[in-house]
């Protein structure tokens, strides 16, 4: 054998391996991504079982409606807590191990859940909101990292998988409740969720993106110039957000109701119909990022959102309150996922200590925006008033989308 063949055979023995080794590491990128957005659908189930589970505990545990209020405290609070100490644990530890612990928690919250006395009860569904809170932000960084280049698409994708389940919810209790009891369904999806953190648990860890020293000093040295002013932007956007997509999907039933629709059919139509129009929106984000930029689509989603809730505002029927609730859901869609994205993108590597703060941020608004309609409604007397609190809240956010930009812009000049 000449020393050509030598050599060649040496450099192909020397290849192969690198050749080899993104392959399989993209196979196990893969599984962990698929295994994420089937954990992620059971999240969306978990995230709203308390609706409508509420009346099956109530009759169990014999509650009045201040005592089944206790109940959504106890998640709001454990979602705080388990959003606010996210952070520390996926720095330390990494994403695969917080996933699995945060859906090992989800899965002993509902079996305890399914079977437990009152107090025990509220126990479990502190440790569901606070599970829940580990796994909201752990897994949009997962997904956010391993679509380095393309998070927005990656994060609409995720989130639309979560409002799939969201959308379950209601359509597994209804069917596996039998006899009003709770215990079929919150034990079959104890079991599912514990097969997710079985999965998570004995997966390897994917390999992310690695950035180059270059590219990693230049993102910090940009990093130290503008993260106070777009972490505190971005924060207030999300924190406006939630709250206001919580208010609209909370109170539209209530709105249609006082409108007229009588039927229960009706008027308890209108949420799902809000909730199709954010599925369909997020499952349209992918298209419409192909022809636009993030910034602009968040803009123009906002846009959109602001027409709706008019709509809503300023229709006289059910046709139109629900053509409303169908253009504000489509419009609010791409707003939560595609600043989840920018931030990431922007934040490096200091995004998953930050991370779980925005998910606070976002807990806030969900509980204090609806609050704000419902004490607008009851000040002026009228909910038509109420439903002003979220039209402001969108006009807000392409306030503070428009400043983000321009932040964005004027540091990466002084840069």
């Known amino acids: 054998m000449n020393d050509s063949s030598r050599n060649s055979r040496h450099r192909a023995s020397a290849l192969a391996p690198r050749i080899i080794a993104p392959i399989a590491s993209s ?43 206790y109940l959504f405290t106890a998640q709001f609070t454990g979602a705080i807590a388990g959003s606010a100490l996210s952070g520390a644990p996926v720095k330390k530890l990494g994403v695969m191990p917080v996933l ?15 079977f437990s006395p009152w107090l025990a009860g509220v126990i479990a569904i502190a440790t569901l909101g606070f599970s829940l809170g580990l796994t909201n932000p752990a897994t949009n960084l997962l997904i ?34 039998k006899g009003g009891n709770a215990s079929r369904p919150l034990g079959a999806l104890a079991s599912a969720l514990a097969i997710v953190a079985l999965s998570l648990g004995l997966s390897h860890r994917p390999s992310l993106p690695v950035k180059s020293a270059e590219s990693t000093m230049r993102a910090e ?25 919580a208010a609209v999907g909370g109170w539209i039933a209530a709105y249609a109701q006082r409108l007229g629709a009588t039927a229960q059919s009706y008027w308890a139509l209108t949420p799902s119909l809000f909730y199709a ?35 809503i505002i300023l229709g006289q029927g059910l046709l139109t309150i629900s053509i409303g609730a169908g253009l504000a859901g489509f419009g609010l869609a791409a707003v939560f996922p595609t600043t989840f994205a920018i931030f990431t ?71």
């Not at 009346?55 to 209020?69: I, V």
């Not at 130290?224 to 972490?231: D, E, G, P």
Request: aromatic residues 8%; charged residues 15%.
């Open 27 to 69: 196979v196990r990128t893969r599984r962990v991504v698929a295994l994420s957005h089937i954990g992620f659908l059971f999240v969306g189930i978990a995230n709203t079982l308390l609706g409508p589970v509420l009346p099956l505990l109530s009759e169990r545990w014999k509650l009045n409606d201040t005592q089944g209020g």
């Open 100 to 114: 699995a612990a945060g859906y090992g928690g989800l899965a002993v919250a509902t079996a305890t859940l399914a």
């Open 144 to 177: 956010s990292e391993l679509n380095s280049e393309r998070r927005a698409a990656a994060l609409n994708l995720l989130n639309l998988v979560w409002g799939a389940g969201a959308i379950a919810c209601p359509l597994l209790i209804s069917t596996l409740a």
């Open 221 to 245: 040295s940009t990093l130290r110039a503008r993260l106070n002013s777009f972490v505190l932007l971005t924060g207030v956007l999300i924190f406006m957000y939630v709250g206001t997509e």
């Open 277 to 311: 129009g954010l599925l369909t929106g997020r499952a349209a984000a992918s298209v419409f990022l192909r022809r636009i930029s993030e910034t602009r689509l968040i803009i123009f989603s906002l846009i959109g959102a602001v027409g709706g809730i008019l709509v």
């Open 345 to 415: 993108q922007r934040c490096g590597a200091e995004a998953t200590r930050i991370a779980g703060m925005l998910f606070v941020l976002a807990s806030l608004g969900g509980a204090g925006i609806p609050w704000l309609v419902g004490w607008s409604s009851d000040f002026y007397g009228n909910l038509r008033i109420g439903l002003i609190v979220p039209l402001l809240g969108s006009l807000l956010m392409i306030a503070l989308q428009g400043a983000i930009i321009l932040d964005f812009s004027f540091t990466r000049r002084r840069v």
